[in-house]
């Protein structure tokens, strides 16, 4: 069962291009940002500048949740994904090549810009702790979940 269910959020995540992530700011609020991103498996990368709040509450508090969904007009064909995780800055040596090379892919007008695009951004990969794929195709408020 964790194999399929890996398996569902995997090409639903291949599929999307939008998800929205919430982080916790020091006060304890919580702030949902949307982004583009990519996947390699359950793990979620997206870029954006360094001093965004974003950067500042996951290097606070790298705890945190996000949502990759379509916009369905009939209710009964609602399919997404719910994540838990834990999300870092990579670093110069970690994974930027690998991770700019998915954005190349799904995104190819940043594959024309080139890596000098990472000047003035930073990567954030996003490792999955829980992942839940619902799927109100088998019924209304049905998931599938399972933890890593």
Known sequence: MKEDVYNKID???????????????????????????????????????????????????????????????????????QMLGKARVLNK??????????????FPHLAAIGKAFLEHHVIIEVKPVLGRFLDNTVQFGYFEETTY
């Open 11 to 81: 090409v639903y995540l291949k599929e999307n291009k939008k998800m929205t992530i919430a982080t916790v700011n020091t006060e304890g609020q919580a702030i949902a940002h949307t982004v583009q991103y990519v996947s390699e498996g359950n793990t979620v990368f997206f870029f954006t500048k360094p001093g965004q709040r974003k950067v500042v509450n996951i290097q606070n508090n790298p705890q945190v949740g996000y949502t990759v969904d379509r916009d369905y007009e009939d209710w009964s064909k609602i399919q997404g994904v």
């Open 93 to 106: 040596d970690d994974k930027i090549d690998r991770s700019f090379k998915l954005f190349g892919e799904k």
